[in-house]
């Protein structure tokens, strides 16, 4: 997702782009590996300005996804919906200190990203809010009984019978348990 900083205009630039799921690596390898469903493609609006060569950026981006329950799969909708806020410039300012000397600072210190040429990326931004809006532990609810270890049976649908297995394997153990006389 490129923005073409030329475009923005002084008093400021909306815009709206879309772009499938599969443009962002790190969510293409949830999808493949984590079972995640991506319902739409990322939507996100940008306002854009530039005040002192400094690009600002506000956006705001959503998505719905279906992602599996960490206990017993069963998928279940999220609408993900976030904003964000970023200032980018082509060239890290020089910034002296108190005594005259040049401040050795990075862009993050600095709290500013820097583009190359004469485009944002806005990929890895956007790429990341959305890893931050996601669920940490997704569950279908908390009272999420799982799946049976043993079976794989669905313990919020049925109860599996491998409890009761066990309790009976513990009773025939002790049944040929004999006390020396
Ligand atoms: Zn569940
Ligand atoms: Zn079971």
Same mark, same amino acid.
């Given at each position: 997702?490129?923005?073409?900083?030329?475009?923005?205009? #002084?008093? %400021?630039? !909306? &815009?709206?782009?879309?772009?499938?799921?599969?443009?962002?690596?790190?969510?293409?390898?949830? =999808?493949? /590996?984590?079972?995640?469903?991506?319902?739409?493609?990322?939507?996100?609006?940008?306002?854009?300005?530039?005040?002192?060569?400094?690009?600002?950026?506000?956006?705001?981006?959503?998505?719905?996804?279906?992602?599996?329950?960490?206990?017993?799969?069963?998928?279940?909708?999220?609408?993900?919906?976030?904003?964000?806020?970023?200032?980018?410039?082509?060239?890290?300012?020089?910034?002296?200190? #108190?005594? %005259?000397? !040049? &401040?050795?600072?990075?862009?993050?210190?600095?709290?500013?990203?820097?583009?190359?040429?004469? =485009?944002? /990326?806005?990929?890895?931004?956007?790429?990341?809010?959305?890893?931050?809006?996601?669920?940490?532990?997704?569950?279908?609810?908390?009272?999420?009984?799982?799946?049976?270890?043993?079976?794989?049976?669905?313990?919020?649908?049925?109860?599996?019978?491998?409890?009761?297995?066990?309790?009976?394997?513990?009773?025939?153990?002790?049944?040929?348990?004999?006390?020396?006389?």
């Amino acid at each position: 997702m490129q923005l073409q900083v030329a475009d923005i205009k #002084e008093y %400021g630039t !909306e &815009l709206q782009i879309e772009q499938a799921v599969d443009q962002y690596p790190i969510l293409a390898q949830l =999808a493949e /590996d984590e079972g995640y469903v991506f319902l739409t493609p990322v939507q996100v609006t940008v306002s854009a300005s530039v005040v002192g060569g400094v690009v600002e950026l506000q956006g705001t981006l959503r998505l719905d996804v279906e992602i599996p329950c960490g206990r017993c799969l069963v998928a279940s909708r999220y609408a993900l919906e976030g904003q964000f806020h970023q200032s980018y410039v082509d060239e890290l300012p020089n910034i002296t200190g #108190e005594d %005259g000397e !040049e &401040l050795e600072l990075s862009a993050e210190e600095m709290g500013l990203e820097v583009f190359d040429g004469d =485009a944002i /990326d806005l990929t890895e931004e956007v790429q990341q809010q959305v890893l931050l809006l996601l669920p940490t532990h997704p569950l279908c609810s908390e009272e999420c009984k799982g799946l049976c270890i043993e079976c794989g049976a669905d313990l919020n649908r049925e109860s599996c019978r491998c409890q009761n297995q066990k309790v009976s394997m513990h009773f025939a153990a002790l049944k040929d348990f004999k006390v020396e006389k």
